[in-house]
C-alpha cells in the first residue's frame, strides 16, 4: 500500500504562482509513474499531469502546458507541481496519484491510477 498526501495549496490571485507537494508513505512509488488530477466545482476529475518513473518523460493537459512543472525526488518520495501563471479556471481540488508498483510509464487515464491522496484546494481569485 501507499499513503499519498498532498499539501500546499491555498489562495492565489490570478497571476500568481502556487507549489504543490506529494509525500509518499508506506511502499515507495519510486518504480512506477505518478500524476496531478483536479476537480473543478461541478465538474468531472479531470487530469493535469504524469510523470515517469525515472522523471525522464512528462505529460501535461493542453489546458496547463507551459503553465505547470511536474517533478518528482524518488530519493525522498516527493512529488512536485509548480504552478505558474496561475487562471480563475485553475480552480479545484488537486489530486496526487500513483500507479501499482511497476507501471513505470505515465498516463492521463485516472483508471490507470491505483493510489490516490485526499486532495488538496487550489483557489484562483480573478
Known amino acids: 500500500q501507499v499513503q499519498l498526501v498532498e499539501s500546499g495549496g491555498g489562495l492565489v490571485q490570478a497571476g500568481g504562482s502556487l507549489r504543490l507537494s506529494c509525500v509518499a508513505s508506506?511502499?515507495?512509488?519510486?518504480?512506477?509513474?505518478v500524476g496531478w488530477f483536479r476537480r473543478a466545482p461541478g465538474k468531472e476529475r479531470e487530469f493535469v499531469a504524469g510523470i515517469n518513473w525515472s522523471a525522464t518523460s512528462t505529460l501535461y493537459a493542453d489546458s496547463v502546458e507551459g503553465r505547470f512543472t511536474i517533478s518528482r525526488y524518488n530519493v525522498k518520495n516527493t512529488l512536485n507541481l509548480q504552478m505558474d501563471n496561475l487562471k480563475p479556471e485553475d480552480t479545484g481540488v488537486y489530486y496526487c496519484?500513483?500507479?501499482?508498483?511497476?507501471?513505470?510509464?505515465?498516463?492521463?487515464?485516472?483508471?490507470?491510477?491505483?493510489?490516490w491522496g485526499q486532495g488538496t484546494q487550489v483557489t484562483v481569485s480573478s
Open positions: 508506506g511502499r515507495t512509488f519510486s518504480n512506477s509513474a
Open positions: 496519484a500513483a500507479r501499482t508498483a511497476g507501471w513505470a510509464l505515465s498516463s492521463s487515464r485516472a483508471l490507470d491510477y491505483t493510489y
